[in-house]
């Protein structure tokens, strides 16, 4: 009955109700888009790469490195030299190696040169290996394996050929067009920055800067064929098609003058640490060794203080809008006089009036969290596509996670608290109203 | 109870109490002030009214009566003396126990502002039941409510409309239908004819008075006009002669604090 009374008596005030709701749910949905955009940041970051133990590249910082190689935002770093990467391959350590070598857009979506052992190794998510949704790895030296989102996008299939441009811009001057790249296969949709990038071998890549060359066997695909071959008979019916590719084209066979980024997997987790000391400590040629997971932190504390304050100020717009909850109440107080004083000759108690008063603030705000889900949800699916080509943010279910039910209990709890005040003033004045409560 | 038992026969119980009815009121040493410095509104020393009686409290404006009759509601509490309603120490009940007992033993009807007017006149009527809180069914309570309608001759098609689209008379009788609906043993009725011309106050009464049933009733009027639809008939001046002889020496108490 008592809802019944408050639903009604919010009907009755519609005008300010759903101008007090409206306000509510606003400042309700941002609170929740700002913790969902951090909660998936922090996620859509730490499920980009998995398995990767280190990252190897020219001295510079360890965010810069992380950022330029994982996630392809900001400039790359100065090239490693091959002699260098064929040392780490040959280190006892290192189980796998994966070079990268960045500076190149197609369309103003990055250009990644590496070799068939990043489709191999380079892992995403919970260890999740990147899948082919049509056609296969590098073929030949001017093969590329294009991301989901570019294939959509830009409406590719395999066997169309793609142009490169030299440097970052979206718009580019400097086109490789002689080397035109035939898409051998698109890579399934991850998730991750790998929908938005376009991989070339790195001898494709190094023939359109320099033109052909031909070189021996090097040591880059040593590891990764030797490996091939020992569960070559395990996999023989689901890479049967994928083998013979790779029996036509070695990527891992070409030698590179250098590349920037290499990216390593190790026999034994435990000896990234040490491995790393290494190679910073080398004297042969200055590199630097990152361990993903200690950069990501690192990354994390410089973004915690901008979080907290942002989630602060949303915090504290949700309060204002609370304590307009709590006025609007408060003002509709004394044209309630008689509706006190009615209700309270039936039989309602003071205790049941600041209930009544408290459970019409309650409505507006449950009202209004589910409302701002509602919009969020709605909001967050139709700036999906926005975020992730704009930001490189990319949404993952469920949407609303525990942060955003302790988010929706504590405005419960502030509503509770701040309707209060109209409801001790609904208590007070129902302890002494009376009949002809007019006056 | 003992303070109720010893007190002196008053010109007010020579009057009130009918020969074998249970009493339904009875008040006794009662003094009622809104602030400790102010003179009290009501003095009353004894007063009774016996179950099934049907009383007239006249007084003009100011003499006190709706605090008299907020004082039987419960909704005030004495400063001084004792209110007993159906042999229960009203005044001594704790505010909650007083509250219950308003809901499932008094029916009020108001001189104005009957009704919350955003609700329906089901709504209206149906949270009296809920604040009794009696083992009602809802079945009955239903059927009750029909009755009445039809005793008040409301059509039923009323019970669904908002309590502020009905005329002043439909209101007033939907009021007089909340204030039965729990069967009440006391009915309090503050002037509820005040905005009626003759021919419709006589049908209102007649209507008031044959739904009341054996229902103690205390009507309040200004009207003196009145008295021949009751038993009896008490003036503020006879029950409180103190306060309402103050009045007269113009030493009223404040308009905003007395709200009577």
Known sequence: ??????????????????LTLLSITISISLLLCVDIIRTQVKTSFTRTVSGVDLIVGAPSG??????????????????????????????????????????DTHRGFRVVGTTNSFFDHFKYGDMQSLEMAAGSTFTQPLSTVIGADI???????????????????????????????TISGIVKKTGTPVDKAVYVTLQGLEEAHTGPKHSPT?????????????????????????????????????????????????????????????????????????????????????????????????????????????????????????????????????????????????????VSAALSLGLVAGLMSALKPWLSSTYGLFLSSPLFGQSSVIIILLILGCTYLVSLFPAVAAYRRGLHAGLNANS | MNTINKKNSTHSQRNAVSEGRNTAIEVSNLQFSYTKESPPIIDIKAWQVSQGEHVFLSGPSGSGKSTLLNLLCGTLTPTQGDIALLAQPFSALSNRQRDKFRAR????????????????????????????????????????????????????????????????????????????????????????????????????????????????????????????????????????????????????????????
């Open chain 1, 1 to 18: 009955m008592l809802s019944t009374i408050a639903i009604e008596s919010l009907k009755r005030r519609k005008t300010t109700a759903i």
């Open chain 1, 62 to 103: 360890q965010l810069n490195l992380l950022l330029s190689s994982v996630f392809n935002i900001g400039t790359p770093t100065k090239g490693i030299e091959y002699k260098s990467i064929a040392a780490l391959q040959s280190n006892k350590q290192v189980s796998w190696l994966i070079p990268l070598s960045l500076g």
């Open chain 1, 151 to 181: 294939a959509k996008s830009l409406g590719y299939k395999v066997g169309d050929k793609i142009i490169i441009s030299h440097g970052l811009g979206s718009v580019s001057f400097n086109n490789h067009d002689d080397h035109p790249f």
């Open chain 1, 218 to 366: 090097s040591m880059l695909g040593r590891k990764s064929a030797d490996k091939a071959n020992e569960h070559e008979h395990e996999h023989e019916h689901e890479h049967d098609e994928h083998t013979k590719e790779h029996a036509v084209y070695n990527s891992e066979a070409f030698t590179p003058e250098s590349v920037s980024v290499v990216m390593l997997g190790l026999k034994h987790r435990v000896t990234a640490l040490q491995l790393q000391y290494q190679i910073n400590q080398s004297k042969k040629e200055p590199l630097m060794a990152i361990l993903p997971g200690m950069a990501l932190a690192e990354l994390w504390q410089i973004m915690g203080n901008v979080e907290s304050l942002l989630l602060g100020l949303s915090g504290l717009i949700v309060i204002c809008a609370l304590i307009g909850l709590a006025t609007m109440l408060l003002a509709t107080m004394r044209e309630r006089y008689q509706e006190i004083a009615v209700l309270r000759t039936i039989g309602a108690g003071p205790f049941t009036l600041l209930l009544l008063i408290q459970i019409e603030a309650m409505l507006l705000t449950i």
């Open chain 2, 105 to 260: 033993n008094i029916g009020v009807v108001f001189q104005q502002f009957n009704l919350i007017p955003y609700l329906s006149v089901a709504q209206n009527i149906n949270a009296a039941v809920y604040f009794a809180s009696t083992n009602v069914s809802k079945t009955a309570s239903d059927a009750k409510l029909r009755h009445l309608l039809d005793k008040l001759q409301l059509p039923s098609h009323v019970l669904h409309a908002k309590a502020d689209a009905l005329s002043i008379g439909q209101q007033q009788r939907v009021a007089i239908a909340r204030a039965l609906i729990n069967d009440p043993q006391l009915l309090i009725v503050d002037e509820p004819t005040s905005a009626l011309d003759t021919d419709a106050r006589d049908s209102f009464m007649s209507l008031l008075k044959d739904v009341a049933g054996e229902s103690t009733m205390i009507f309040v009027s200004h009207d003196k006009a009145m008295e021949s639809y009751f038993d009896r008939h008490c003036s503020m001046s006879e029950l409180s002669p103190s306060t309402n002889h103050l009045k007269t020496r113009g030493d009223e108490a404040p308009k905003a604090q007395e709200r009577a």
